[in-house]
């Protein structure tokens, strides 16, 4: 198994009939557009960016700035091998045009696909191992198509389904890399929709797969070596979180007369919903604030720093108002607070 592919399913028959659509309701970036990034040397670097957002550029392998992206640990996933034009896509099904069959060419989940983010957009990033010969080092790319499906072995192109991505144009290279094995061109793929449970590392919950088909050859021709697409292997994170909430309550008690009070109020913390009529136990020992000389009304406030809730629960505080002078009752009050803590 490689990369993060949780799920094989073996080569079916033509399962062109029963195939299922898993499109975004966002419109297909419909993109074209002829787009040069030869470099003349393995120390260049050439990008462009098409009219849809998409971002494309060839690697030297010798370029001391950008060389270094084009290297790494990758995953492969389509080969395709042909003279003067080459076409083909993924799958785990009969393999159709110049894709080769083997170990280069197999399903891939959405999930294994990573995710860059240039500029504050979110893009696919796919790379190519172009193989070109030493006397026919010019090639282009014509053909762009992404798919979404839930069939890993989808065949019979064109298909009866809507792009999420389709680029049809020329990005014309000329592949002075030497050897195979690294990425020479980098295809950024402006993100329509990612499917649920499909994120990036995703080991489970994504059933949705990545279509990639391309064409080569139409302006400068395939010379007859291989164009194996592939992604890069990153390690991913895992964020999580763990909410505390630490409670604190203010409490205020008014009276009708003008005599300025003295006294205290007295707060305690219990878990459930009645303060401690049923026999809850206390969450918060009782902490007692005095107050000299109030006009009405009176105000006290908590300062809670240490006694936490970390899961969801019904909790109560009871207040306590105890005058000590100028002839008025105390009172008191319970409030409940019914706490959801979703992590």
């Known amino acids: 198994m490689k990369g993060f592919k949780s799920t094989t399913i ?18 297909a970036l419909a993109d074209g557009g002829t787009y040069d990034i030869q470099i003349p040397n393995r120390k260049g670097f050439a990008e462009a960016t098409t009219q849809d957002g998409a971002i494309v550029s060839y690697i030297g392998d010798s370029n001391t700035t950008f060389g270094s992206s084009g290297s790494g640990i990758f995953d492969s996933f389509v080969r395709l091998q042909g003279a003067p034009t080459e076409q083909g896509y993924n799958t785990d099904g009969a393999v159709q045009f110049n894709t080769k069959a083997g170990t280069f060419t197999r399903s891939m989940l959405v999930s294994e696909i990573p995710l860059v983010t240039v500029n504050g957009n979110e893009y696919w990033e796919i790379f190519c191992d172009t193989n070109e010969g030493n006397s026919a080092k010019k090639v282009s790319l014509d053909k762009f ?15 009866a389904l809507t792009p999420e991505y389709a680029f049809d144009g020329a990005i014309l290279m000329n592949d002075v890399n030497q050897g195979s094995g690294r990425g ?12 649920p449970g499909c994120e990036y590392g995703s080991v489970s919950g994504c059933d949705t797969y990545f279509v990639l088909y ?25 964020t999580t979180s763990e909410q505390d909430w630490l409670p604190n309550d203010t409490a205020s008690a008014s009276w009708t007369t003008d005599t300025n009070l003295s006294g205290s109020f007295s707060f305690t913390l219990y878990d459930g919903p009645d303060c401690g009529a049923t026999g809850n136990g206390i969450l918060r020992d009782t902490e007692t604030i005095p107050f000299t000389d109030a006009a009405s009304p009176a105000t006290a406030s908590t300062t809670n720093t240490t006694v936490k809730v970390t899961q969801s629960a019904v909790v109560s505080w009871k207040v306590v108002f105890s005058p000590t002078t100028g002839g008025v009752l105390g009172s008191q009050h319970c409030e409940t607070s019914d706490l959801v803590i979703t992590n």
Not at 187 to 193: A, D, F, G, H, N
Not at 214 to 238: D, H
Request: no cysteine; glycine share 8%.
């Open 214 to 238: 391309s064409k080569w050859g139409g302006t400068f021709p395939s010379e007859g070596g291989f164009e194996e697409w592939k992604v890069k292997i990153y390690e991913t994170s895992i």
């Open 10 to 27: 073996g080569a079916a028959a033509s399962a062109a009939a029963i195939a299922l659509s898993l499109t975004s309701p966002v419109a």
């Open 145 to 159: 198509e992404v798919y979404f499906t839930d069939n890993p072995a989808l065949t019979g192109y064109p298909f």
């Open 184 to 195: 020479d061109l980098r295809y950024l793929v402006p993100v329509s929709t990612i499917p």
